[in-house]
């Protein structure tokens, strides 16, 4: 940058570098409060006895004297990192590498990398070298430093010490290469034939020998809609997994419909292609919404602060396993996408969803030719919740085979009836118990999980009422 240099192009560079700025900033608060996290949950477990069991979701002590050293003296470490992560959020001060810590640390492993010297300065030069500039609206195509017209000529805006390089009016130099958008070509043509802000890049791809020019926009917010109106025509309940979409479409009774269906995804490889595989599953996933009319219940999840191994020990395989489920980036991209078709996306909490929909649904749901896995039955219970409904249902009763044994029936009692919380009638009589009339097991004590009103469904994992919006 220079003093005679144009205000577009330096304002491309500032952008540029405030995007990395603001990045490496959330990365820093998340490694801090993974830390904070981390020291926690060693100084709980360091306080209780050796031994000590834990009890519900709280772990108890160390298994063995050993352990307990070695876990003090890494909470003296984490507790450095801490104060030294602090310190640089407080002071503003991060770490940027233009072009990539990943191949930036790939120089000190060139041999497993398969790459020579020269072949890993290419590609360095090329991660640094890029052009990118933000849309304007109003202006002619959406873009006045660089330029795309319907039929794909680029042209650049250049600055002054450069303008004796122009090669068409206006200080201007129009590439001779023409570009082609065969992924969303159409609404790319909509919005610069209206002159609507589109922000392009150009990059260079070693690999395959080419240059690329990326279009970009931002979308408009998406309107929440009331619950009511998405609870009309039934939808579908989601469970996320390591490997795959568990889904399940339901009425508006919260009645199973049809075979349940699955989207599965492979997360090896490199992020370009596990972000292609997420993307596969989520189109998957809305087109078959958007053929049914349904509107899609996903879990709320967060694993930030669960995939420490403070927190889960030895279990290496949970970690590993909660560690590469993609709910971030899959709901970041199941909104945009979602709203693209105009799909409705719910927020349902988490909590007890897989187990309660394998207790109440897995069996009920399991016949001779369908094997219902826990994912399928959880995907239901997802269903239930963002419907309103309980997720326990009612099982059928015994067969009239003798007096006692027959139970209450298998109709769904709605919210709006009496008593329908309340314990069964005892019908007078002879009884082969040894209990008394009045005096069963059916107690009025309704405050279970699956009962829709009662406490244990308003605690503080309850769902929220509004949709999932951008």
Known sequence: MTGVSSSRWAGSITKATHDQWGLARRSQL????????????????????????????VPGGYASRREWHAKARRLHVLTDRLQAVRADWETGRVRVVRGGKGLLNTRHHLKAAQLTEKQWRTRWQAERRFLQADGESGKRFGNETIRVTPD??????????????????????????????????????????????????????????RWYLTASWTNPATKTVPLASVRAGGLAGVDTNADHLAAWRLDTHGNPIGAPRRFGYDLS???AHRDAQVRHALIGLLHWARRHHLALAIEDLDFTAETTREKHGRRKKFRKLISGMPVARLRARLVSMAAELGITVVAVDPAYTSRWGTQHWQQPLTTANRKTTRHDAAAVAIGRRALGHPVRRRTAPPPHDRSDRAGHRTVQAPPGVPGREGPRPRVPGPRTRSLRAGRGAKAGDQDTQHRSGRPAEHEFWQQDSLPLSI
Do not use: C
Request: glycine fraction near 10%; charge should be positive; charged fraction near 20%.
């Open 30 to 57: 998340a490694h801090i409060q993974s830390l904070e996290a981390g020291v926690r949950m060693i100084a709980h477990r360091l306080s209780l006895p050796v031994g000590e069991k834990g009890s519900g979701r």
């Open 152 to 209: 794909g000529e680029i042209s650049l805006k250049l600055p002054a010490p450069l303008a004796y390089l122009a090669n068409a009016p206006h200080g201007r130099y129009v590439l001779t290469a023409r570009v082609a958008f065969a992924h969303r070509g159409e609404q790319w043509a909509d919005r610069i034939h209206a002159n609507r802000a589109v922000a392009y890049r150009i990059h260079e791809d070693t690999a395959r020998g």
């Open 269 to 271: 490889g490199s992020a």
